[in-house]
Nanobody, 122 residues
Framework: QVQLVESGGGLVQAGDSLRLSCAAS????????MGWFRQAAGKEREFVVT????????YYTDSVKGRFTISRDNAKNTVYLQMNSLKPEDTAVYFC???????????????WGQGTQVTVSS
Protein backbone atom coordinates (compact mmCIF):
# COMPACT_ATOMS: atom_id res chain seq x y z
CA GLN A 1 0.00 0.00 0.00
CA VAL A 2 1.45 3.31 -1.08
CA GLN A 3 1.47 6.07 1.48
CA LEU A 4 2.58 9.67 1.11
CA VAL A 5 2.56 11.62 4.34
CA GLU A 6 3.11 15.36 4.31
CA SER A 7 4.27 17.38 7.27
CA GLY A 8 5.64 20.82 8.08
CA GLY A 9 2.67 23.03 7.33
CA GLY A 10 1.53 25.76 9.65
CA LEU A 11 0.63 29.40 10.16
CA VAL A 12 3.31 31.94 9.32
CA GLN A 13 3.58 35.61 8.46
CA ALA A 14 4.30 37.02 5.05
CA GLY A 15 8.01 36.85 4.32
CA ASP A 16 8.59 33.83 6.54
CA SER A 17 9.79 30.40 5.48
CA LEU A 18 8.48 26.87 5.86
CA ARG A 19 9.84 23.50 4.89
CA LEU A 20 7.41 20.79 3.91
CA SER A 21 8.33 17.13 3.94
CA CYS A 22 6.69 14.16 2.30
CA ALA A 23 7.62 10.69 3.46
CA ALA A 24 6.84 7.91 1.00
CA SER A 25 6.35 4.21 1.62
CA UNK A 26 5.07 1.26 -0.33
CA UNK A 27 6.63 2.28 -3.64
CA UNK A 28 10.07 2.30 -5.21
CA UNK A 29 10.76 5.90 -4.39
CA UNK A 30 13.85 6.25 -6.56
CA UNK A 31 11.81 5.23 -9.60
CA UNK A 32 9.11 7.81 -9.02
CA UNK A 33 9.05 11.42 -9.99
CA MET A 34 7.67 13.50 -7.16
CA GLY A 35 5.66 16.68 -7.12
CA TRP A 36 3.95 19.25 -4.98
CA PHE A 37 0.54 20.66 -5.74
CA ARG A 38 -1.66 23.05 -3.79
CA GLN A 39 -5.31 23.89 -3.47
CA ALA A 40 -6.58 27.13 -2.02
CA ALA A 41 -10.06 27.34 -0.56
CA GLY A 42 -12.65 27.54 -3.28
CA LYS A 43 -10.13 26.98 -6.06
CA GLU A 44 -8.95 24.07 -8.14
CA ARG A 45 -5.79 22.20 -7.28
CA GLU A 46 -2.78 23.66 -9.05
CA PHE A 47 0.66 22.41 -9.91
CA VAL A 48 3.59 23.82 -7.94
CA VAL A 49 6.72 21.86 -8.80
CA THR A 50 8.03 18.45 -9.81
CA UNK A 51 11.37 16.73 -9.46
CA UNK A 52 12.75 13.88 -11.51
CA UNK A 53 13.60 10.46 -10.14
CA UNK A 54 17.24 11.26 -9.64
CA UNK A 55 16.67 14.83 -8.54
CA UNK A 56 18.57 16.39 -11.42
CA UNK A 57 15.60 17.96 -13.16
CA UNK A 58 12.97 20.25 -11.66
CA TYR A 59 10.00 22.12 -13.08
CA TYR A 60 8.36 25.03 -11.26
CA THR A 61 5.25 27.02 -11.79
CA ASP A 62 6.12 30.66 -12.47
CA SER A 63 4.58 32.04 -9.30
CA VAL A 64 7.02 30.22 -7.02
CA LYS A 65 10.24 30.40 -9.04
CA GLY A 66 13.05 31.88 -6.98
CA ARG A 67 11.14 31.39 -3.73
CA PHE A 68 10.45 27.65 -3.51
CA THR A 69 12.97 24.84 -3.83
CA ILE A 70 12.16 21.16 -4.20
CA SER A 71 14.65 18.48 -3.24
CA ARG A 72 14.62 14.78 -2.52
CA ASP A 73 16.56 12.25 -0.52
CA ASN A 74 16.18 8.84 -2.11
CA ALA A 75 17.92 7.19 0.82
CA LYS A 76 15.18 8.49 3.12
CA ASN A 77 12.27 8.15 0.67
CA THR A 78 11.46 11.77 1.30
CA VAL A 79 10.82 14.82 -0.83
CA TYR A 80 11.03 18.36 0.52
CA LEU A 81 9.67 21.74 -0.40
CA GLN A 82 11.55 24.71 1.00
CA MET A 83 9.32 27.76 0.80
CA ASN A 84 10.87 31.17 1.34
CA SER A 85 9.45 34.69 1.12
CA LEU A 86 5.96 33.34 1.62
CA LYS A 87 3.03 35.44 0.48
CA PRO A 88 -0.62 35.37 1.54
CA GLU A 89 -1.48 34.02 -1.91
CA ASP A 90 0.59 30.93 -1.09
CA THR A 91 -2.06 29.96 1.46
CA ALA A 92 -3.39 26.53 0.51
CA VAL A 93 -3.40 22.87 1.33
CA TYR A 94 -0.19 21.43 -0.10
CA PHE A 95 -0.23 17.92 -1.51
CA CYS A 96 2.61 15.61 -2.30
CA UNK A 97 2.29 13.27 -5.28
CA UNK A 98 4.24 10.49 -6.92
CA UNK A 99 4.27 9.60 -10.61
CA UNK A 100 5.81 6.33 -11.69
CA UNK A 101 5.91 7.26 -15.35
CA UNK A 102 6.23 10.97 -16.00
CA UNK A 103 7.90 14.07 -14.63
CA UNK A 104 7.89 17.73 -15.56
CA UNK A 105 5.00 18.97 -17.68
CA UNK A 106 3.65 15.44 -18.12
CA UNK A 107 3.42 14.74 -14.40
CA UNK A 108 -0.07 13.57 -13.47
CA UNK A 109 0.32 11.79 -10.15
CA UNK A 110 -0.41 8.12 -9.53
CA UNK A 111 -0.44 8.52 -5.77
CA TRP A 112 -1.36 11.42 -3.50
CA GLY A 113 -0.93 12.40 0.10
CA GLN A 114 -3.61 13.84 2.33
CA GLY A 115 -2.16 17.32 2.35
CA THR A 116 -0.83 19.80 4.86
CA GLN A 117 -2.23 23.26 5.45
CA VAL A 118 -0.06 26.30 4.87
CA THR A 119 -1.49 29.63 5.96
CA VAL A 120 0.36 32.89 5.36
CA SER A 121 -0.94 35.95 7.13
CA SER A 122 -0.32 39.47 5.84
Amino acid sequence: QVQLVESGGGLVQAGDSLRLSCAASGLTFSRSAMGWFRQAAGKEREFVVTISRDGTSTYYTDSVKGRFTISRDNAKNTVYLQMNSLKPEDTAVYFCAADTRYSGRAFRGDYWGQGTQVTVSS
